[in-house]
């Protein structure tokens, strides 16, 4: 970004009202320039003809508009598509695009790596460098729709953070992020449609309540602590129990029928029929459903997939515990577009041992 100028991606409505408040002008200045970005898809300021050429021109002393560097694009046969996107020095990140019969759906990343370090991730074996900030979340989404043709905004109905990185550690980034996605002269998408993914940041998941009403999953992983702290290690912090009283909260004051816990079938591990009894009871009768996520593997690991029998039998027990449960498709998975499987390339920038201190401290 170029001297002090900000970029118009990551600006929501509140922010271009007060911009153009200082500016002297009127707030309806924000509704214009975003009906031209979102609304038409025009990004030049010199093409938003509704605006005085000297506004524009002050404009364009102040903003900029970049949209991420694409670096590689790769289609899987199955129609899903991975993107692997500039994100500073020799370092990427990762979007995916995952086409279903009635919806499409866009996972975005939001930080470069993870500092959470679950054992089972290709993303948190890479270690954490940065957050993202909000124009590097939304510009995610805008250049997916420019790359996905004439149809994108019709296609594009869901967007998750289940890319790379744990989105609650960059609550303000992704918060206005989100925001943006979701404003009517943003992406206008409603926020059943908009999902965030956790591994568990229990004041994140409060501090979220007060200003966000998005759908949230949890990865759970573990219907205990002892194995939870192995296989999620924040458990440490915020074990179960604090963590379910969390997401119950959040349901009520965010209105939700239920939150999504997602569970990675690891063979051998958290996989028996007593641990699919222990998550029934843990989650009976609240507003909860279950996501089975079959492990994906990637280089270097030592899990395995559950068998497909396995999978079937622990969702029945789930079930029979009064609960919805389902068995998450595996997709995209001959480019390593898959669940977990996001790697990019991070340049590590703290030591294992310290990184999740250090990061908490900042959230
Ligand atoms: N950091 C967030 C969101 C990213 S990942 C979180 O952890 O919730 C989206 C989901 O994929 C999470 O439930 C994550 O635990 C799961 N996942 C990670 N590695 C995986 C793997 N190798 N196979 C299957 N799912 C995996
Ligand atoms: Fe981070 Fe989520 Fe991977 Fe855990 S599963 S290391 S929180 S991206």
């Known amino acids: 970004m170029a001297g002090t100028s900000q970029n118009l991606l990551g600006m929501t409505r509140g922010d271009l009202e007060s911009l153009f408040a200082?500016?002297?002008?009127?707030?309806?200045?924000?509704?214009?320039?975003?009906?031209?970005?979102?609304?038409?898809?025009?990004?030049?300021?010199?093409?938003?003809?509704?605006?005085?050429?000297?506004?524009?021109?002050?404009?364009?002393?102040?903003?900029?508009?970049?949209?991420?560097?694409?670096?590689?694009?790769?289609?899987?046969?199955?129609?899903?598509?991975?993107?692997?996107?500039?994100?500073?020095?020799?370092?990427?990140?990762?979007?995916?695009?995952?086409?279903?019969?009635?919806?499409?759906?866009?996972?975005?990343?939001?930080?470069?790596?993870?500092?959470?370090?679950?054992?089972?991730?290709?993303?948190?074996?890479?270690?954490?460098?940065?957050?993202?900030?909000?124009d590097e979340i939304v510009g995610q989404v805008m250049l997916a729709r420019q790359e996905l043709g004439a149809d994108a905004t019709q296609r594009i109905s869901n967007i998750v953070f289940m890319g790379m990185g744990e989105p609650l550690a960059n609550l303000r980034a992704v918060t206005r992020a989100a925001d943006i996605l979701l404003d009517d002269l943003g992406f206008g998408l409603s926020r059943r449609r908009v999902t965030i993914s956790t591994s568990g940041l229990v004041p994140q998941i409060r501090k979220l309540a007060e200003t966000s009403n998005v759908a949230l999953a949890v990865s759970l992983h573990a219907p205990n602590d002892e194995l939870r702290d192995r296989l999620v290690p924040i458990n440490r912090r915020y074990p179960i129990d604090e963590l379910l009283l969390a997401c119950w909260d959040y349901a009520r004051s965010a209105n939700l029928k239920d939150v999504t816990f997602e569970y990675v079938m690891l063979a051998g591990v958290n996989d028996s029929l007593d641990h699919a009894r222990q998550l029934a009871r843990l989650l009976a009768n609240r507003p909860a459903k279950v996501n089975l996520i079959p492990f994906n593997p990637f280089p270097g690991t030592r899990y395995r997939c559950s068998s497909e029998a396995r999978i079937r039998e622990f969702q029945e027990i789930v079930m029979a515990g009064g609960l919805i449960a389902t068995v998450r498709k595996t997709r995209g998975d001959d480019i390593d577009a898959a669940c977990g499987q996001l790697a990019g390339k991070v340049l590590d920038r703290t030591r294992r041992s310290q990184r999740l201190s250090k990061q908490l401290q900042r959230t």
């Open 22 to 134: 200082d500016m002297g002008e009127k707030p309806f200045r924000a509704r214009q320039v975003m009906q031209w970005i979102y609304g038409r898809s025009v990004y030049e300021l010199d093409q938003m003809t509704d605006l005085s050429v000297a506004l524009r021109q002050s404009l364009a002393d102040r903003l900029t508009f970049d949209l991420p560097e694409i670096q590689q694009r790769e289609d899987a046969t199955d129609g899903v598509v991975k993107w692997q996107l500039r994100a500073g020095h020799k370092q990427a990140i990762e979007m995916v695009f995952i086409p279903e019969e009635t919806r499409g759906t866009l996972c975005v990343s939001s930080q470069v790596g993870c500092a959470m370090d679950c054992p089972f991730c290709a993303t948190g074996r890479q270690g954490f460098n940065r957050n993202l900030s909000a």
